[in-house]
């Protein structure tokens, strides 16, 4: 298994980080995990393709983490003319909430009868799912959303990599955390319990409870960006734009 971060920022830009998106490739195909209103610029300009996705897995439905499957589905039908599957799988409610989307920001479009075969999936949390060799599962967390928001497990290739959404500390991110060999945290702020968000201090108290192999933060605003030297110090793996690693 195979990560690239695509996007790691906040919802506001802080560092000129693009929104959350991050490209996983396993032995039989690509999937992007979360994809953000600035997902499809952030792809072009690495040189990724957007069709090689085989399926786009959301954490929760916020326009930073979802926001920019509008414009993917778009460019699929009328510019990059996609002809193969696109499967969306997401918390209970995405069908209707990436419905909503395309109508806000092009008017008729949730309508459009598409050029390739879309699959778009309300996954219930603590569900098992099987997406080709990944294995897929979810659990709800602490930040509203409209819909459940979740934090979720992918196992592939022999490796699983856990990703915490966002949320602020529920004792759903040790069960989610357990033994993975990357766990991907959201770290808001330094210290603190800031609304639906995690703090770094908190993620420190919790660190040896979270039993994962190597633990790296993302979703990091400025302040946490301005410490990013003393963080890594403590250990701790931080995601930026373009870093890829093999689990």
């Not at 929760?60 to 699929?76: K, Q, R, S």
């Not at 969306?88 to 990436?98: A, E």
């Not at 603590?126 to 819909?147: C, K, M, N, Q, Y």
């Amino acid at each position: 298994m195979r990560l690239t971060v695509i996007g790691c920022g906040d919802a506001f830009g802080s560092g000129g980080r693009a929104n959350t998106c991050f490209w996983i490739e396993t032995k039989q195909g690509t999937v992007a995990l979360d994809f953000g209103a600035t997902s499809l610029v952030a792809l072009k300009r690495v040189g990724l393709d957007p069709n090689r996705i085989d399926a786009v897995i959301l954490s929760h439905l916020h326009g930073d983490h979802f926001g920019g499957l509008p414009f993917l589905l778009l460019d699929a039908q009328f510019d990059s003319r996609r002809a193969t599957p696109l499967t969306i799988i997401g918390p209970v409610g995405t069908s209707g909430r990436v419905a909503a989307a395309m109508e806000v920001f092009f008017p008729g479009s949730s309508g459009n009868k598409w050029r390739f075969p879309l699959t778009i999936m309300d996954l219930p949390c603590r569900t098992a799912h099987v997406f080709a060799d990944l294995e897929i599962w979810s659990t709800e967390v602490v930040h509203p959303s409209g819909t459940p928001s979740t934090a979720v497990r992918i196992k592939a290739d022999g490796r699983t990599l856990a990703y915490s959404g966002d949320t602020s500390w529920t004792e759903a991110l040790v069960e989610v955390a357990d033994g993975a060999d990357l766990f991907i945290s959201e770290c808001y702020r330094m210290a603190g319990a800031p609304v639906a968000h995690l703090a770094l201090d908190t993620i420190e108290a919790n660190r040896a409870r979270l039993n994962a192999s190597r633990i790296m933060l993302t979703h990091m605003s400025a302040e946490v960006l301005a410490h990013l030297p003393a963080i890594e110090a403590r250990g701790y793996l931080v995601a930026h734009d373009g870093l890829v690693l093999d689990l």
